[in-house]
T-cell receptor, first 115, second 110 residues
Framework: DTAVSQTPKYLVTQMGNDKSIKCEQN?????MYWYKQDSKKFLKIMFS???????INETVPNRFSPKSPDKAHLNLHINSLELGDSAVYFC??????????????FGPGTRLTVL | DAKTTQPPSMDCAEGRAANLPCNHSTISGNEYVYWYRQIHSQGPQYIIH???NNETNEMASLIITEDRKSSTLILPHATLRDTAVYYC???????????FGTGTRLQVFP
């Protein structure tokens, strides 16, 4: 049983295109996140959703938009892709956002390459 | 942006204990120390966390110094499958920032 799954695993696309990455968790968690891991292996949080409400929106470009049809899904849509968007994107989930002691479970990642 | 400092790489013989240090000298009273690891091409995996007391679970032990400015993750009997990048991060109760630094690449050799 995969706890947090992402699709696709690899995504290669041209500059200027619009793409989406999907994430699903079957843990019954209330909060889901998107992280970006850059080439230097820094992993930074981009967004989190708690009960379909955006809680965190780090200073990411508005070309990135999270969409959550229900609490088990948090998709990441990216408009007008740029070279600098190339990275590995991780989805994660946790039971709650309010207590930071909560463990986050990560998906396998999506490697996005923008040409 | 990372609030922690870790050595970039370490080696450990299989079966021996791996001790991974982490400095977090600016840690504040409400911040926890978390350890994750990332095996190649996989998502980060939670290992252990603590506030000020030493912690142990089935994967590892976490030793936090009395002043909380540093900690050590101990894998008591390292295996080849423990080869990964290990991230030490501090998480504030009040803010929701979660930034992984560059981590320590642990190589376990036979």
């Amino acid at each position: 049983d995969t706890a947090v799954s992402q699709t696709p695993k690899y995504l290669v696309t041209q500059m200027g295109n619009d793409k989406s990455i999907k994430c699903e968790q079957n843990l019954g968690h209330d909060t889901m996140y998107w992280y970006k891991q850059d080439s230097k292996k820094f992993l930074k949080i981009m967004f989190s959703y708690n009960n379909k409400e955006l809680i965190i929106n780090e200073t990411v470009p508005n070309r990135f938009s999270p969409k959550s049809p229900d609490k088990a899904h948090l998709n990441l849509h990216i408009n007008s892709l740029e070279l600098g968007d190339s990275a590995v994107y991780f989805c994660a989930s946790s039971q709650e956002l309010t207590t930071r002691t909560d463990t986050q479970y990560f998906g396998p990642g999506t490697r996005l390459t923008v040409l | 942006d990372a609030k922690t400092t870790q050595p970039p790489s370490m080696d450990c013989a299989e079966g021996r204990a791996a001790n991974l240090p982490c400095n977090h000298s600016t840690i504040s009273g409400n911040e926890y120390v978390y350890w994750y690891r990332q095996i190649h091409s996989q998502g980060p995996q939670y290992i252990i966390h603590g506030l000020k007391n030493n912690e142990t679970n089935e994967m590892a032990s976490l030793i936090i110094t009395e002043d909380r400015k540093s900690s050590t993750l101990i894998l008591p009997h390292a295996t080849l499958r423990d080869t990964a990048v290990y991230y030490c991060i501090v998480i504030s109760y009040n803010t929701d920032k979660l930034i992984f630094g560059t981590g320590t690449r642990l190589q376990v050799f036979p």
